[in-house]
């Protein structure tokens, strides 16, 4: 069993920065596929970013290409995503996920607003 927790969101200005850190517990999740997901209220689940084991690859959805990054510390157990340019559309819960084959984990999820 893999456990996952999020750090705290928050409340952020148009056009700041948040990094938002998600802490693998229970085994390491060195060759775990690591996912950021969001939902806004009333919307459907969506990917935001994603990054194989040795971080090597990386996947962004459309509209955060360019402005968040992703990034992984294995030896720490810990994935990163960095969010740059915060638009109020980027308002949402943040979900940390951990996958490899059939094994899919999933954080608790931490709010992020953006607004002024």
């Known amino acids: 069993q893999v456990q996952l927790v999020e750090s705290r969101g928050g409340l952020v200005q148009p056009g700041g920065s948040l990094r938002l850190s998600c802490a693998a517990s229970?085994?390491?999740?060195?060759?775990?596929?690591m996912a950021w997901f969001r939902q806004a209220p009333g919307k459907e689940r969506e990917f935001v970013a994603g990054?194989?084991?040795?971080?090597?690859?990386?996947n962004y959805a459309d509209s955060v290409k360019g402005r968040f990054t992703i990034s992984r510390e294995n030896a720490k157990n810990i994935a990163y995503l960095q969010m740059n340019s915060l638009k109020p559309e980027d308002t949402a819960v943040y979900l940390c996920?951990?996958?490899?084959?059939?094994?899919?984990?999933w954080g608790q999820g931490t709010q992020v607003t953006v607004s002024s």
């Open positions: 990054i194989s084991g040795s971080g090597s690859t990386t």
């Open positions: 996920a951990a996958r490899r084959g059939n094994e899919d984990y």
């Open positions: 229970g085994r390491s999740v060195s060759y775990y596929y």
